[in-house]
C-alpha cells in the first residue's frame, strides 16, 4: 500500500515527471543524431493548478531542423511518452496506442505541438505512428533507451537539487 499523497509527495512525483519528461526529449534527440542535447528542471512558480516543476531541453542549435518532418515530430512527442513509459512502468499497464493520449492537447508544449504536423488535441496518423516508434524505444524493460532515459532523468533531479541547496545557502 502506497503512503497517503501528501503536498511534499506530490511535489516529489511532480519533479521525477518533469526530470522523465525532459530526459525524453533529451534521449531521444541524442538517438535521433541531433547532437548535444541539454535539458533541465526547476520548480514551476505559475498560477497552474497542481504543477510544481517544469523544465526545458536545448538540442544543438539549427540541428532539429535539418531532421527529417518525422524525426522532428519524434523529438517533439518524446517528452510525452518517457511520461507514460514512468507512468506504465509503476502501473504496470501499457497503452495500446497514443491516439487518446494525443487528444488531450495539454499533453504536450505548445512549442512541442508546432514541431507536428497536428493542431494540438488532434492528432494526424503520422504523429501517432511517430509517438509510437518513440515508444517502442523509450517502452520499460524492452526498450533499448530505457536506461538512459532513467539515468538522464536522475541526473536532472540531482542537479536541480544542488541548485536548490545552493539557493538555500545563499539565502542563510
Not at 540541428?63 to 518532418?69: A, K, M, N, T
Not at 488531450?104 to 507536428?116: A, R
Request: proline share 9%.
Amino acid at each position: 500500500m502506497r503512503a497517503p499523497l501528501t503536498p511534499a509527495r506530490i511535489q516529489a512525483l511532480d519533479r521525477r515527471a518533469a526530470a522523465i519528461r525532459e530526459a525524453g526529449h533529451v534521449v531521444i534527440g541524442r538517438h535521433l543524431g541531433i547532437g548535444p542535447v541539454w535539458g533541465e528542471i526547476f520548480p514551476f512558480d505559475a498560477d497552474e493548478p497542481g504543477r510544481t516543476w517544469a523544465g526545458h531541453t536545448w538540442p544543438q542549435p539549427n540541428r532539429l531542423g535539418r531532421l527529417s518532418h518525422e524525426r522532428q515530430m519524434m523529438y517533439a512527442v518524446a517528452g510525452m511518452v518517457a511520461v507514460h513509459a514512468w507512468i506504465c512502468n509503476r502501473s504496470g499497464d501499457w497503452p495500446p496506442g497514443f491516439r487518446i493520449e494525443l487528444t488531450d492537447p495539454d499533453c504536450m508544449s505548445e512549442t512541442d505541438w508546432d514541431w507536428t504536423d497536428s493542431e494540438p488535441g488532434e492528432p494526424t496518423d503520422r504523429l501517432v505512428r511517430c509517438a509510437e516508434l518513440v515508444a517502442g524505444l523509450l517502452r520499460p524493460g524492452a526498450g533499448p533507451l530505457w536506461p538512459s532515459l532513467l539515468a538522464e532523468a536522475r541526473s536532472m533531479i540531482a542537479a536541480a537539487s544542488a541548485v536548490a541547496r545552493a539557493e538555500k545557502r545563499a539565502k542563510a
